[in-house]
């Protein structure tokens, strides 16, 4: 399966709010919530305006011309909140292409982008159970908070090492499956 990355276009801006709702970590066994949970204000501030304040940057991962997955950041007072220079970061991939390696290829390209663009880190929250949270110690998050239930963790940006930044800002690659 081929899968581009890229930077998400204005058009497909209303595409983060399906996956926002796939963002929402649903333990094995809990039946999930309603679609309209996105609604609520604190679920909101991760997609509404989105692209319209300097700090939105987002990328689209692409297999055979389908959006499949989605990773973005804003600066906003949300559940991995840092402080008013770090963004936050959200990304969901459809259920059937997980574990092929695309979330990591999208969490790198957004952390190169960031790079690019002067930021020095950024921050999520991601809970305690969610076998993502090992997907983001493997790209270098590091927990700088937790409680009960989650963490909270930062990626220090400025360690990219550039001939990285610059292979995961032309980022297309090929899985086999």
């Known amino acids: 399966m081929k899968v581009t990355i890229r930077e998400i276009q204005k058009k497909e801006y209303p595409l983060l709010d399906s996956f926002l ?17 996105i609604t609520s204000p604190e679920l909101q501030i991760y997609v509404e305006h989105f692209g319209e304040e300097k700090d939105d940057w ?39 292409y997980r574990g092929f390696g695309i ?27 969610n076998y993502a949270a090992k997907l983001y110690q493997k790209v270098g998050f590091e927990i700088i908070r937790e409680n009960e239930e989650e963490y909270i963790i930062i990626n220090c940006v400025c360690f990219l090492d550039k001939h990285l930044l610059c292979y995961f800002l032309n980022c297309s690659f090929n899985i086999r499956i």
Not at 69 to 93: C, E, F, Q
């Open 103 to 129: 979330g990591t290829a999208m969490v790198k390209k957004i952390l190169a982008l960031l790079k690019s663009h002067g930021y020095s880190q950024v921050s999520l929250s991601v809970q305690k159970a």
């Open 58 to 96: 987002g990328l689209v991962a692409e297999v055979d011309s389908k959006i499949v997955g989605a990773v973005w950041v804003r600066i906003m007072n949300d559940y991995g909140h840092i402080d008013d220079k770090t963004p936050s970061l959200a990304i969901s991939l459809y259920k059937e």
């Open 21 to 37: 709702y796939e963002a929402i970590f649903i333990p094995e066994g809990v039946q999930p919530p309603s679609k309209t949970i």
